[in-house]
């Protein structure tokens, strides 16, 4: 009994020290108090201001200009609707580096040119926007879904036209969504480094970007330490004011679909086009050379040269990324299961505490751990990409696995089966097509992952396909990276295809 009360506990605290440790080593090893407080001048004091500016303004242009799309969802139940929906896909299995690559190559066209796009604020927010857009769409949506219909009949009846029944009852009511929404969104803005390092250059600096340039210039561990916590500080504190929003809860309600303006409709249909198309562009600069106008398969065949390799190890990264996303994403899966089936009182803030972590200070704690210690390049990155993608698996896996039904559970009990027998027998087939859900989100994210391997040099011992495209696209060579880009955004789709077939025909047979 004494076994079973403590193991919840237990498996938080492993996951907690798995954060801890690792740091208390690095701080015990290499920070002083007074070190740290060398940072705390205007530059820092600049720095955070304009980290915070560019990820608040991105932010808040990224919620307006998702509201219609999040209407029309809400009214809508179509093939647009769905689109729409999916579209949350785009941030979660578009690479950041893929977008800078995008936006570099249209930033290069003479009328972008003309405007002075690359290299400017205005290069980093539009990016920003397109990138983090879907995530309100997702979260508003489905808010203004679970709203009753009787709510919005009452308030006619009471003389309420659409905009006041809109921004007097619809807004208040999704307002914990729009807030959850707003901060997963700063956060990105806030650590996307690959973003302000690829469209804002040399001018631009924000927390993360010093985090990582710290280790590779002066490196000063108590400054990018500094640095780490003044993010984490914000970023915490900002994660508990949104936590205090009132959530509204409707059971058992009733959502009648409601008719959408022409606006409405043709807004929406712009905001597929753009979105969509960002994504579009990166699989055809794959083949097209935007300076020739032709297309052309040789920037696909020069990537594959050996020639080609012993400069950029093409074909080490996507071998790299391949294996450390797979196991990643298998690791996780299994440990978040396991994690939600052992939650305590604790869970979710030991979960949102890691949330704020710099993934590029995790990186710099990752490198001193390989010079101290001697750890395998390979084990730090599983170590790295791990903990920044567990809260993504257990937020993808809290509905699922707690609401699985408890009476199966018990009539396998009762027939004498172990724990494992219920996971192999019960749990796993029915739970198994959110797990393979769950596997390719994880795979995406991993795939994609750059500011660690950026911080931890990986390019150097342990190449992934995202250094390895930016170290191209830093240099200009454009058709090689966008041949490169292409097949990234290729190999996660066929990935996820593949996936959500299995998916569903597992779920078919359920």
């Given at each position: 009994?004494?076994?079973?009360?403590?193991?919840?506990?237990?498996?938080?605290?492993?996951?907690l020290?798995?954060?801890?440790?690792?740091?208390?080593?690095?701080?015990?090893?290499?920070?002083?108090?007074?070190?740290?407080?060398?940072?705390?001048?205007?530059?820092?004091?600049?720095?955070?201001?304009?980290?915070?500016?560019?990820?608040?303004?991105?932010?808040?242009?990224?919620?307006?200009?998702?509201?219609?799309?999040?209407?029309?969802?809400?009214?809508?139940?179509?093939?647009?609707?769905?689109?729409?929906?999916?579209?949350?896909?785009?941030?979660?299995?578009?690479?950041?580096?893929?977008?800078?690559?995008?936006?570099?190559?249209?930033?290069?066209?003479?009328?972008?040119?003309?405007?002075?796009?690359?290299?400017?604020?205005?290069?980093?927010?539009?990016?920003?926007?397109?990138?983090?857009?879907?995530?309100?769409?997702?979260?508003a949506?489905?808010?203004?879904?679970?709203?009753?219909?009787?709510?919005?009949?009452?308030?006619?009846?009471?003389?309420?036209?659409?905009?006041?029944?809109?921004?007097?009852?619809?807004?208040?009511?999704?307002?914990?969504?729009?807030m959850?929404?707003?901060?997963?969104?700063?956060?990105?803005?806030?650590?996307?480094?690959?973003?302000?390092?690829?469209?804002?250059?040399?001018?631009?600096?924000?927390?993360?970007?010093?985090?990582?340039?710290?280790?590779?210039?002066?490196?000063?561990?108590?400054?990018?330490?500094?640095?780490?916590?003044?993010?984490?500080?914000?970023?915490?504190?900002?994660?508990?004011?949104?936590?205090?929003?009132?959530?509204?809860?409707?059971?058992?309600?009733?959502?009648?679909?409601?008719?959408?303006?022409?606006?409405?409709t043709?807004?929406?249909?712009?905001?597929?086009?753009?979105e969509?198309?960002?994504?579009?562009?990166?699989v055809?600069?794959?083949?097209?050379?935007?300076?020739?106008?032709?297309?052309?398969?040789?920037?696909?065949?020069?990537?594959?040269?050996?020639?080609?390799?012993?400069?950029?190890?093409?074909?080490?990264?996507?071998?790299?990324?391949?294996?450390?996303?797979?196991?990643t994403?298998?690791?996780?899966?299994?440990?978040?299961?396991?994690?939600?089936?052992?939650?305590?009182?604790?869970?979710?803030?030991?979960?949102?505490?890691?949330?704020?972590?710099?993934?590029?200070?995790?990186?710099?704690?990752?490198?001193?751990?390989?010079?101290?210690?001697d750890?395998?390049?390979?084990?730090?990155?599983?170590?790295?990409?791990?903990?920044?993608?567990?809260p993504?698996?257990?937020?993808?896996?809290?509905?699922?696995?707690?609401?699985?039904?408890?009476?199966?559970?018990?009539?396998?009990?009762?027939?004498?089966?172990?724990?494992?027998?219920?996971?192999?027998?019960?749990?796993?087939?029915?739970?198994?097509?959110?797990?393979?859900?769950?596997?390719?989100?994880?795979?995406?994210i991993?795939?994609?992952?750059?500011?660690?391997?950026?911080?931890?040099?990986?390019?150097?011992?342990?190449?992934?396909?995202?250094?390895?495209?930016?170290?191209?696209?830093?240099?200009?060579?454009?058709?090689?990276?966008?041949?490169?880009?292409?097949?990234?955004?290729?190999?996660?789709l066929?990935?996820?295809?593949?996936?959500?077939?299995?998916?569903?025909?597992?779920?078919?047979?359920?």
């Amino acid at each position: 009994m004494f076994v079973k009360r403590i193991k919840p506990y237990a498996v938080n605290i492993f996951y907690l020290l798995i954060w801890l440790l690792p740091f208390i080593f690095f701080v015990y090893n290499l920070i002083t108090f007074d070190s740290i407080l060398q940072i705390f001048n205007r530059n820092t004091f600049e720095i955070f201001i304009f980290t915070f500016y560019q990820a608040f303004i991105s932010s808040i242009i990224a919620m307006i200009l998702a509201i219609i799309p999040s209407v029309y969802v809400s009214k809508k139940d179509n093939f647009l609707s769905v689109l729409l929906k999916s579209s949350v896909l785009i941030p979660l299995f578009f690479p950041a580096v893929s977008t800078v690559m995008v936006f570099s190559i249209i930033g290069n066209f003479k009328l972008m040119e003309q405007l002075n796009f690359l290299y400017t604020l205005k290069a980093i927010v539009v990016a920003n926007v397109f990138y983090n857009m879907p995530l309100f769409v997702k979260f508003a949506g489905e808010s203004l879904e679970k709203i009753p219909y009787s709510i919005i009949e009452y308030s006619r009846t009471e003389g309420c036209g659409k905009f006041e029944i809109f921004f007097k009852i619809k807004l208040p009511l999704i307002y914990p969504a729009l807030m959850k929404a707003f901060f997963l969104c700063l956060v990105f803005c806030f650590t996307n480094m690959a973003i302000i390092l690829g469209l804002g250059g040399i001018n631009y600096s924000t927390l993360e970007v010093e985090i990582a340039t710290t280790l590779s210039g002066s490196m000063s561990y108590s400054s990018a330490f500094g640095y780490g916590l003044i993010q984490l500080i914000f970023l915490s504190a900002f994660n508990v004011l949104i936590s205090s929003c009132k959530v509204y809860e409707f059971d058992d309600y009733c959502h009648v679909k409601e008719k959408v303006s022409l606006i409405e409709t043709a807004y929406s249909v712009m905001y597929l086009l753009i979105e969509f198309s960002i994504v579009g562009l990166g699989v055809i600069f794959a083949f097209y050379n935007f300076y020739t106008g032709d297309f052309e398969l040789f920037p696909i065949i020069k990537i594959f040269s050996v020639e080609f390799n012993r400069t950029y190890p093409v074909i080490q990264s996507l071998l790299n990324s391949f294996v450390i996303s797979f196991t990643t994403a298998l690791i996780v899966t299994v440990f978040t299961f396991i994690l939600l089936k052992n939650t305590c009182r604790y869970t979710n803030a030991v979960i949102l505490s890691t949330c704020g972590i710099s993934s590029a200070f995790l990186g710099i704690v990752l490198v001193y751990l390989n010079i101290s210690l001697d750890i395998p390049y390979f084990m730090l990155a599983l170590t790295g990409y791990f903990l920044i993608t567990v809260p993504f698996s257990f937020s993808f896996l809290y509905q699922p696995v707690l609401s699985f039904p408890k009476s199966l559970i018990e009539a396998a009990k009762i027939d004498g089966c172990s724990p494992l027998k219920i996971f192999i027998y019960v749990e796993l087939p029915l739970l198994l097509p959110i797990f393979i859900s769950s596997f390719l989100l994880i795979f995406a994210i991993c795939f994609g992952e750059f500011t660690i391997a950026y911080t931890m040099q990986l390019i150097n011992y342990l190449p992934t396909v995202p250094v390895v495209n930016y170290s191209m696209l830093s240099r200009r060579l454009f058709s090689e990276s966008s041949a490169l880009n292409g097949l990234n955004i290729v190999i996660v789709l066929s990935v996820f295809i593949i996936g959500e077939y299995l998916r569903k025909k597992l779920s078919f047979y359920h």
